[in-house]
């Protein structure tokens, strides 16, 4: 079993465990599409056996670099960061880092104001939609003064996102004219009903239809 006494210290209840296990388990299907068996019954044995898988993942380098994608922990200093460090934040972490937490109100907004912003008066702007969207969850936390950590990529975040945005771009059309268009980077050929990717993709944007 793994010896993590400074972890539970920090580690006050069984809610605790639980969430940080949750939040392993969410990551670990996500990034090798099948499930994380962690045995025990009591929470500090399950939590022992879940380390240890982890641990056993994380040495290799594949596999870390994916659960980080999987954990939305996509930040500076990844290559040093420990099990203890991924731990740690998920314990202590209470920031809106789903989705699914969001409002369809705040979304469409912060949607149309990166748009607006983005856009420019008589021509047409292109913008990768990585970027695009980095801008709208940006937005969304700081008009709603919430904290939160959802990363753009190929994650559980983005057939959400893509899902708002394609609605969005739908109201957008006019007999006239579209204020928004996603289309795929190389600007051929058609969108993928359900694209896996940002990088793959831009955003036209007119900012007269919007």
Same mark, same amino acid.
């Given at each position: 079993?793994?010896?993590?006494?400074?972890?539970?210290?920090?580690?006050?209840?069984?809610?605790?465990?639980?969430?940080?296990?949750?939040?392993?388990?969410?990551?670990?299907?996500?990034?090798?599409?099948?499930?994380?068996?962690?045995?025990?019954?009591?929470?500090?044995?399950?939590?022992?056996?879940?380390?240890?898988?982890?641990?056993?993942?994380?040495?290799?380098?594949?596999?870390?670099?994916?659960?980080? +994608? #999987?954990? %939305?922990?996509?930040?500076? $200093?990844?290559?040093?960061?420990?099990?203890? !460090?991924?731990?740690?934040? &998920?314990?202590?972490?209470?920031?809106?880092?789903?989705?699914?937490?969001?409002?369809?109100?705040?979304?469409?907004?912060?949607?149309?104001? +990166? #748009?607006? %912003?983005?856009?420019?008066? $008589?021509?047409?702007?292109?913008?990768?939609? !990585?970027?695009?969207?980095? &801008?709208?969850?940006?937005?969304?936390?700081?008009?709603?003064?919430?904290?939160?950590?959802?990363?753009?990529?190929?994650?559980?975040?983005?057939?959400?996102?893509?899902?708002?945005?394609?609605?969005?771009?739908?109201?957008?059309?006019?007999?006239?004219?579209?204020? &928004?268009?996603?289309?795929?980077?190389?600007?051929?050929?058609?969108?993928?009903?359900?694209?896996?990717?940002?990088?793959?993709?831009?955003?036209?944007?007119?900012?007269?239809?919007?």
């Amino acid at each position: 079993m793994a010896d993590f006494s400074s972890d539970r210290a920090m580690l006050a209840s069984s809610k605790t465990y639980s969430k940080v296990i949750s939040e392993i388990k969410k990551a670990w299907l996500e990034a090798f599409g099948e499930e994380l068996v962690v045995c025990g019954s009591a929470p500090t044995s399950r939590f022992d056996s879940m380390v240890d898988e982890l641990r056993r993942r994380w040495a290799r380098r594949d596999d870390k670099e994916r659960l980080i +994608v #999987a954990l %939305d922990l996509e930040e500076g $200093g990844n290559e040093k960061k420990s099990v203890e !460090d991924v731990i740690d934040k &998920l314990a202590a972490d209470n920031l809106v880092k789903s989705v699914d937490d969001l409002t369809a109100n705040q979304i469409f907004a912060a949607i149309h104001a +990166v #748009a607006f %912003d983005s856009g420019s008066d $008589g021509e047409l702007v292109e913008m990768g939609l !990585d970027r695009f969207l980095r &801008l709208v969850v940006r937005r969304i936390f700081d008009d709603n003064k919430i904290n939160g950590r959802i990363n753009i990529g190929p994650n559980r975040h983005f057939p959400r996102l893509f899902q708002w945005l394609g609605e969005y771009a739908n109201s957008t059309e006019w007999e006239d004219g579209v204020g &928004l268009k996603i289309r795929n980077l190389s600007g051929r050929g058609r969108v993928a009903q359900y694209p896996t990717d940002p990088k793959l993709l831009k955003v036209v944007i007119d900012r007269g239809y919007l």
